[in-house]
């Protein structure tokens, strides 16, 4: 069993009964923090974190990892124009070499800023090339299976029989779930309310109930959507979720922008975690999510980047510095604290993904999953209030070094289970490749 001592650190764990950042070792054994505290010996791998906060890793509870190497190509359209005319063609030509070097190039960009796990979409096809490079990299990931059986516009590499994506899914989740040392999970991913009939979403809520799986979907994420799905169904997006028992077991819903009253009120009786995403969000022109007024409601709320080619980058620390800046001339100043957001980042995120025993927080008995940031910057000091450093002031070229299961990703900015100059010129290969091979409507 391997063993891991870090020494000197700043220590901020996010538990209650210890919101402040003290000064401790903590002493990792296998992939768990076996122990807190001051002075303790050293055994097995040393790290001087002297200087350096120690925190959990963050939790990105939406992200597309399909859709990295779709970087910089989408511009300036709003949310259906862009998967019908860019998105979609693009994830259609998709072949096992082009997926690869972006999940690789969205793994090595995640673990760069901090991030040690992840909900992510998945694909429609080859998501076992997903769950292959997760488990490559040592990093730890909730993919999904993604459903496409319904609507306009599906090109014909994504679109799906139900019964076929329901088949794959039950094959990904005996092969996948759980494995990598438990760094992997399976969830199912209906893309949204327009691209999945009312049989397959019925479907994907009796198979998450009798697996035990988390639906991941988009909801009410733009004006257009919602009134197709309402002139659909005769419903707004998430009680239509709700009709069809989508949220009976654990919903993780991204975006949640335009919702009324009653669908606030709706998340909070269910439980149902609203992924927040406010980069892609206003580079779509979709909105502003009503985030204070669901969490004085007890609603669960985490923060992911979304995809790539909608935000454009996949950093947490601009997140957090969005979701609280994009509130204040909405509802006040003093709506969304620095430490919610940190929470949602980390907990909330944990909670989304389904890893809420084990993971967003320093404690002992959960998984390892931890950063070290030197925030001794010019852009970062002084460090009156921690929470607000993090949100406000530091950057993801602030994180040194990133542990995953007990495993160190990064250290002193130098990946170890990813060469960066090879999967950067990878995806520029795969790229210009997959251009080709793109059949625009």
């Excluded at 959990?56 to 709003?78: K, Y």
């Excluded at 931890?370 to 009156?384: K, M």
Aim: net charge neutral.
């Amino acid at each position: 069993m391997s063993e891991l001592t870090i020494k000197n650190a700043r220590i901020l764990t996010l538990t209650d009964s210890q919101p402040e950042p003290f000064d401790g070792d903590v002493f990792v054994q296998g992939n768990r923090i076996a122990e807190i505290g001051q002075a303790l010996p050293k055994r097995g791998r040393v790290l001087d974190a002297k200087g350096l906060l120690l925190m959990p890793g963050f939790v990105q509870s939406h992200i597309h990892l399909c859709q990295t190497l779709f970087r910089n190509t989408a511009e300036d359209l709003e949310l259906l124009d862009w998967l019908h005319r860019k998105i979609w063609p693009l994830e259609a030509a998709h072949n096992e070499r082009s997926l690869r070097a972006s999940v690789q190039l969205g793994l090595a960009e995640l673990i760069s800023g901090g991030t040690t796990a992840i909900l992510d979409m998945g694909s429609v096809r080859l998501t076992d090339v997903i769950f292959e490079e997760v488990a490559r990299a040592g990093f730890r990931a909730n993919v999904g299976k993604t459903f496409m059986d319904f609507g306009e516009g599906i090109p014909d590499g994504l679109w799906e029989n139900g019964r076929d994506s329901l088949e794959d899914a039950v094959r990904l989740h005996k092969k996948w779930d759980g494995q990598a040392n438990g760094r992997l999970k399976v969830n199912l991913a209906p893309r949204f309310a327009l691209s999945c009939s009312e049989n397959i979403l019925r479907d994907v809520a009796a198979l998450s109930e009798e697996r035990r799986m988390i639906v991941h979907t988009h909801s009410s994420e733009n004006r257009k959507e919602l009134e197709t799905v309402q002139r659909q169904t005769g419903m707004r997006n998430l009680l239509y979720y709700h009709h069809l028992g989508l949220d009976r077991f654990h919903l993780s819903a991204a975006h949640c922008i335009w919702l009324d009253e009653e669908e606030m009120e709706l998340l909070a009786s269910t439980n149902t975690h609203v992924l927040h995403c406010p980069s892609s969000n206003l580079k779509l022109g979709s909105g502003i999510a009503k985030i204070p007024e669901m969490l004085s409601r007890g609603v669960r709320v985490s923060v992911g980047a979304d995809g790539a080619p909608c935000n454009n980058n996949l950093d947490v620390f601009q997140e957090m510095r969005l979701a609280g800046l994009i509130q204040k001339p909405r509802v006040g100043v003093n709506h969304l604290s620095a430490r919610q957001i940190v929470r949602a980042a980390t907990i909330g995120g944990a909670q989304a993904a389904g890893w809420h025993q084990d993971l967003g927080s320093v404690e002992v008995g959960k998984l390892a999953d931890l950063i070290l940031l030197d925030l001794r910057q010019p852009h970062a000091v002084p460090s009156a209030d921690v929470y607000t450093q993090l949100v406000y002031a530091a950057r993801a070229t602030d994180v040194k070094t990133v542990i995953v299961d007990g495993q160190i990703l990064m250290e002193n900015r130098i990946l170890t289970t990813l060469d960066a100059k090879a999967v950067i010129r990878r995806a520029e290969e795969e790229f210009s490749a997959l251009l080709k091979r793109t059949r625009w409507p």
